[in-house]
């Protein structure tokens, strides 16, 4: 294709925050330039960085127009955003897997760390989900995102934990699930700046701070 006509970068939020595509096209056409537009923001974060990142280079690359890109996307965090959720997408059903395991109390320590190893592993597979979790660290809002999906897991946990301990109130249910999966992200989150031998060690290491039980939750 010939090279677009340049048009200016939209950085910045838009009012409103919008961290998804407000366009989800639904003729065949439409949504194959849809799945090309992302392709290509894809593979120019994972050259670049999120940070260097514009929406000039997806304009460059796939010869679609600015007016044409700005009717999916109104700037690049609703680009960054909309990569995020898929990829958050694929780790509920991997949380959603290993907490279906969860039977008795005596599971809940093994699942944990299945999802901790799952969450690492899902990181070294995929190298983007590094520049996008960078990403969602820099922009305000794109944290939102960060912190929805962190309140959606957390709701899962809770959910399981629900059906083993039914005398634990849910206040202390909601707080635990909360706090551990946090945690878990963090820990995740820190072994991926690391060496994977290293980050291996730092998460066995983590894995030994995980409750086997909620027995600090009875009143």
Request: glycine residues 6%; contains cysteine; charged residues 25%.
């Amino acid at each position: 294709m010939g090279r677009a006509k340049a048009g200016p970068d939209k950085n910045e939020s838009t009012p409103g925050p919008v961290v998804r595509a407000r366009l989800v096209p639904t003729q065949q056409r439409s949504r194959e330039r849809l799945e090309r537009v992302l392709a290509c923001a894809a593979e120019v974060m994972a050259e670049k960085g999120s940070d260097a990142f514009r929406m000039s280079d997806i304009v460059e690359r796939t010869g679609i127009s600015f007016g044409s890109l700005y009717q999916y996307f109104p700037d690049k965090t609703a680009v960054i955003g909309t990569l995020a959720e898929r990829y958050n997408a694929v780790g509920h059903e991997c949380v959603r897997r290993d907490l279906a395991t969860i039977k008795e109390i005596t599971d809940l320590h093994a699942t944990l760390c299945r999802i901790t190893d799952g969450y690492y592993q899902m990181f070294l597979d995929e190298p983007l989900m590094r520049d996008i979790w960078q990403a969602t660290q820099a922009d305000r809002v794109l944290q939102k995102l960060d912190q929805e999906d962190s309140a959606l897991l957390a709701g899962f946990l809770m959910d399981a934990l629900r059906s083993i301990a039914p005398d634990v109130s849910n206040a202390a249910l909601s707080a635990f699930s909360q706090l551990t999966m946090i945690l878990i992200a963090a820990a995740v989150r820190h072994a991926i700046t690391l060496q994977p031998r290293e980050g291996r060690r730092l998460l066995t290491l983590f894995k030994r701070t995980l409750s086997k039980d909620l027995s600090m939750l009875e009143t």
